[in-house]
């Protein structure tokens, strides 16, 4: 009986420590376990700083592509108005074209007064020579007393 009680005893103190062991938690890792949890707390470290650097970079984007926005929307107002610069440019052109052609129609005369035809200019010339040849009295009476 003395052994039967001293195994109970035994079994009840045991017991005991067993239940007070596993209220108050095993702080003992094994060291392969402790290496993978440092391994993953480093990997979600670097996830999460990569997460953070990505989220600004999606910010920067967003306001380089609002300011792109505007430009183009600026540039695409600009080229509407230069279009429409354009063609009234053209029709002023056009306008002006049909003007000049027309005035051209009826100011240009078919001859110029100032202007001679080719056969009365040689005429004038063979006048001006028949006169140079004409005997002047009074210059060649000049002239011969000149050579005297």
């Known amino acids: 009986m003395i052994q039967i009680m001293m195994v109970r005893n035994f079994l009840v103190a045991v017991a005991i420590m067993l239940s007070g062991v596993s209220l108050s938690g095993c702080d003992y890792w094994p060291p392969a376990l402790q290496a993978q949890v440092e391994q993953l707390r480093a990997e979600l470290q670097m996830v999460t700083a990569e997460k953070v650097q990505l989220e600004n970079q999606v910010a920067s984007f967003g306001k380089v592509r609002d ?14 108005d230069k279009a429409a610069m354009i063609g009234n440019l053209q029709g002023s052109l056009a306008a002006a074209q049909v003007k000049s052609t027309k005035s051209m129609k009826v100011t240009a005369p078919k001859y110029s007064p100032k202007r001679m035809s080719v056969k009365r200019f040689y ?14 009295y009074r210059g060649a009476a000049i002239e011969q007393g000149a050579a005297r």
């Open 123 to 136: 005429n004038l010339g063979k006048k001006k020579a028949a006169k140079a040849t004409a005997p002047d």
């Open 67 to 80: 300011d792109l926005q505007v430009q183009v929307d600026d540039l695409t107002k600009e080229n509407r």
